[in-house]
């Protein structure tokens, strides 16, 4: 029988990806989310009844548990970006990944891989780099052969970073933006999917990766790569530190006040995150892992192309100006 790998956020941004590359490894794929009605486009990246979504939620030891259950592999993929509810920074990044670490420990499951983040640092300015690093500790007293991958800000199809600002850049002909100076190494979603693969059939020694892309530019330079790409012209703005704290706090209050229906662009958390560079240091875990990082050129076009002023149909009208020419 193929072997069975469960990975936690199997549905996400970076799961799905992992999921449909075990899937074409010809493993048996389990996918452990909160909502299984919402992952069921996971089902056809395999055979009939080789991808399946189960229910699980990260903090409670019964639900991993059954979701780690007959497991050759596990990864963990779940991540906060903001905290919603009881979802908080330290229940998802350390007591989740302590929670899958132990118990794929205490199931001898054979290998793990765990889904960290450059900004994974004990002494971060971001309760989101802080809990990152604790839950690597954990992971790594429960599980010590397990793989970690830090990767820096992640770009592909669903991402929530140029898709955000490109959708922004169609309103006014100001694009805000805090961090201006701060320096990220965007990764490739795929290029992180195929390194967590070769970790979990066994290709890759145990340690930590940190992975970034052929590129590192200011957050100014990728939004201005962005707009490149989209074709439209926006005078970028930055907001200094200060005055972004102060925003991200009446964004704060506000969120408090209305009971968390209304939601501001940045919390007080992403701010303090921006105040540090998000690049690898030492040698890059995918050229360590012998895979080609792919460049932001050769992907941002295929799917920032709807942002463009004319959409689908932009190349078309530059290639006839071409013609009258």
Same mark, same amino acid.
């Given at each position: 029988?193929?072997?069975?790998?469960?990975?936690?956020?199997?549905? =996400?941004?970076?799961?799905? *990806?992992i /999921? $449909?590359?075990?899937?074409?490894?010809g493993?048996?794929?389990?996918?452990?989310?909160?909502?299984?009605?919402? #992952? !069921?486009?996971? $089902?056809? *990246? +395999?055979?009939?009844?080789?991808?399946?979504p189960?229910?699980?939620?990260?903090?409670?030891?019964?639900?991993v548990? /059954?979701?780690?259950?007959?497991?050759?592999?596990?990864?963990?993929?779940?991540?906060?970006?903001?905290?919603? =509810?009881?979802n908080?920074f330290?229940?998802v990044?350390?007591e989740? %990944?302590?929670?899958? %670490?132990r118990?794929?420990?205490?199931?001898?499951? /054979?290998? !793990?891989? @765990?889904?960290?983040?450059?900004? #994974? &640092?004990?002494?971060?300015?971001?309760e989101?780099?802080?809990t990152?690093?604790?839950?690597e500790?954990?992971?790594?007293? @429960?599980f010590?052969?397990?793989?970690?991958?830090?990767p820096?800000?992640v770009?592909?199809p669903?991402?929530?970073f140029?898709?955000?600002?490109?959708? !922004?850049? $169609?309103?006014?002909p100001?694009?805000?933006?805090?961090?201006?100076?701060?320096?990220?190494q965007?990764?490739?979603?795929?290029?992180?999917a195929?390194? %967590?693969?070769k970790?979990v059939t066994?290709?890759?020694?145990? =340690?930590? *990766?940190?992975?970034?892309?052929?590129?590192?530019?200011?957050?100014? +330079?990728?939004?201005?790569?962005?707009?490149?790409v989209?074709?439209?012209?926006r005078?970028v703005v930055?907001?200094?530190?200060?005055i972004?704290?102060?925003?991200?706090?009446?964004?704060?209050v506000?969120?408090?006040?209305s009971?968390?229906?209304?939601?501001g662009?940045?919390?007080?958390?992403?701010?303090a995150?921006?105040t540090?560079?998000?690049?690898v240091?030492?040698?890059n875990g995918?050229?360590?892992?012998?895979?080609?990082?792919?460049?932001l &050129?050769a992907?941002?076009?295929d *799917?920032?192309?709807?942002?463009r002023?004319?959409g689908?149909?932009?190349?078309?009208?530059?290639?006839?100006?071409?013609l009258?020419a």
């Open positions: 029988m193929s072997k069975l790998v469960t990975i936690f956020g199997g549905s =996400g941004f970076v799961g799905r *990806y /999921a $449909r590359r075990m899937a074409l490894e493993w048996r794929v389990r996918v452990a989310v909160r909502t299984v009605n919402e #992952a !069921m486009f996971v $089902r056809p *990246y +395999g055979v009939v009844g080789q991808v399946e189960v229910f699980c939620n990260i903090r409670d030891d019964a639900s548990a /059954a979701a780690t259950a007959g497991a050759d592999a596990v990864v963990n993929c779940v991540g906060l970006l903001d905290e919603v =509810g009881k908080t330290d229940a990044h350390a989740g %990944a302590e929670r899958i %670490a118990i794929a420990a205490e199931l001898n499951v /054979a290998r !793990m891989v @765990h889904v960290s983040a450059i900004g #994974a &640092d004990e002494n971060a300015p971001s989101y780099g802080r990152k690093a604790i839950g500790a954990a992971v790594k007293q @429960h010590p052969s397990a793989v970690i991958l830090r820096s800000i770009f592909g669903e991402d929530t140029f898709n955000r600002f490109a959708g !922004m850049s $169609r309103f006014g100001v694009l805000p933006i805090v961090g201006a100076d701060t320096l990220f965007p990764v490739y979603v795929d290029d992180i195929a390194a %967590a693969a970790a066994g290709d890759v020694d145990a =340690g930590t *990766y940190a992975l970034g892309g052929p590129d590192v530019h200011s957050m100014r +330079g990728l939004i201005q790569k962005m707009l490149t989209v074709r439209r012209r005078l930055n907001l200094p530190f200060p972004a704290r102060l925003m991200a706090w009446g964004f704060g506000g969120r408090t006040l009971l968390g229906l209304v939601k662009p940045i919390t007080k958390d992403q701010v995150s921006l540090v560079d998000n690049v240091t030492g040698e995918l050229v360590q892992l012998g895979i080609q990082p792919t460049s &050129d992907v941002l076009p *799917y920032l192309w709807r942002f002023p004319s689908q149909y932009d190349a078309i009208k530059e290639s006839a100006k071409n009258k």
